[in-house]
T-cell receptor
Framework: DAGVTQSPTHLIKTRGQQVTLRCSPK?????VSWYQQALGQGPQFIFQ???????QRGNFPDRFSGHQFPNYSSELNVNALLLGDSALYLC?????????????FGSGTRLTVV | GNSVTQMEGPVTLSEEAFLTINCTYT??????LFWYVQYPGEGLQLLLK?????DKGSNKGFEATYRKETTSFHLEKGSVQVSDSAVYFC?????????????FGQGTTLQVKP
């Protein structure tokens, strides 16, 4: 049973560019959350998608946007990249059945902005 | 607001030593509490959880008890191994089910020496 899959694993972008990160949730999961983890810090919640809509949002600017597709996969888009956007971006999926208190995390996408 | 505070690391122990990583939280109501572990270059893995006061979560020799009177959820292990070397994150979630975002502490690095 595949877990959460994120792509790409590493990415280098130039300041001002735009980036799209992708996430496929664990089989049977319908909810996707995105987190930003700066070096040496705990993950910070960006937003959560359910039924193709943004259900919750953390304290991140509008440069951060997302999308969820009918197959429950999700994208995170960041516009006008800043050096401070360099971080590990984690996707977590969860489902409405089974262990409702468990999130499954992917291995993340390491974004470096130069 | 809601927050999680962990003891600062790194924590360096010899193999078979006793481990305690302190975690305290601030939250209204009755949050669910979690410990996640992050091995080098990987995403987060759920280590254990507790959903109500006095619950004890346990997994792989690790334990933590939900103490509402002291708002704490300290992680313990009786005998650590080199393979336990990782970063440990304490986290809380306010909402029940799958809708709530996770709020993480800053993480504590554990280094176990042979």
């Amino acid at each position: 049973d595949a877990g959460v899959t994120q792509s790409p694993t590493h990415l280098i972008k130039t300041r001002g560019q735009q980036v799209t990160l992708r996430c496929s949730p664990k089989s049977g999961h319908d909810t996707v959350s995105w987190y930003q983890q700066a070096l040496g810090q705990g993950p910070q919640f960006i937003f959560q998608y359910y039924e193709e809509e943004e259900r919750q949002r953390g304290n991140f600017p509008d440069r951060f946007s997302g999308h969820q597709f009918p197959n429950y996969s999700s994208e995170l888009n960041v516009n006008a990249l800043l050096l401070g956007d360099s971080a590990l971006y984690l996707c977590a999926s969860s489902g409405t059945g089974g262990d409702i208190y468990g999130y499954t995390f992917g291995s993340g996408t390491r974004l470096t902005v130069v | 607001g809601n927050s999680v505070t962990q003891m600062e690391g790194p924590v360096t122990l010899s193999e078979e030593a006793f481990l305690t990583i302190n975690c305290t939280y601030t939250a209204t109501g009755y949050p669910s509490l979690f410990w996640y572990v992050q091995y080098p270059g990987e995403g987060l893995q759920l280590l254990l959880k507790a959903t109500k006061a006095d619950d004890k979560g346990s997994n792989k020799g690790f334990e933590a008890t939900y103490r509402k009177e002291t708002t704490s959820f300290h992680l313990e292990k009786g005998s650590v191994q080199v393979s336990d070397s990782a970063v440990y994150f304490c986290a809380l979630r306010r909402s029940s089910g799958n809708t709530g975002k996770l709020i993480f502490g800053q993480g504590t690095t554990l280094q176990v020496k042979p």
